[in-house]
Nanobody, 119 residues
Framework: QVQLVESGGGLVQAGGSLRLSCAASGSIFSINVMGWYRQAPGKQRELVATITSGGSRNYADSVKGRFTISRDNAKNTVYLQMNSLKPEDTAVYYC?????????????WGQGTQVTVSS
């Protein structure tokens, strides 16, 4: 089985920084895209950032210039460095991975990690 385990969430003041990590484990043959999504209370889940195995990055307009996504392919891990955090960044952040495992190719989600930014 494949698991995605996130860490690094927490409470931070506006203007502060946090770094999220997400490690994929299990029977994994290859990982294509890894990314982060977030869901605030009463809102739909939205894309934050994605990164391909080749390093191509995509960001939501709301986080461009503040957040940086990176990955360590050897560790099957994706990171999200979040700087200049704003109260509107408060949400549960979910890791997502498009990968090929023993069950074939499909997307997987982590359990989510809470990020709270106080004003």
């Amino acid at each position: 089985q494949v698991q995605l385990v996130e860490s690094g969430g927490g409470l931070v003041q506006a203007g502060g920084s946090l770094r999220l990590s997400c490690a994929a484990s299990g029977s994994i043959f290859s990982i294509n895209v890894m990314g982060w999504y977030r869901q605030a209370p009463g809102k739909q889940r939205e894309l934050v950032a994605t990164i391909t195995s080749g390093g191509s990055r995509n960001y939501a307009d709301s986080v461009k210039g503040r957040f940086t996504i990176s990955r360590d392919n050897a560790k099957n891990t994706v990171y999200l460095q979040m700087n200049s955090l704003k109260p509107e960044d408060t949400a549960v952040y979910y890791c997502n991975s498009d990968l090929r495992g023993s069950s074939g190719r499909r997307g997987y989600w982590g359990q989510g990690t809470q990020v709270t930014v106080s004003s």
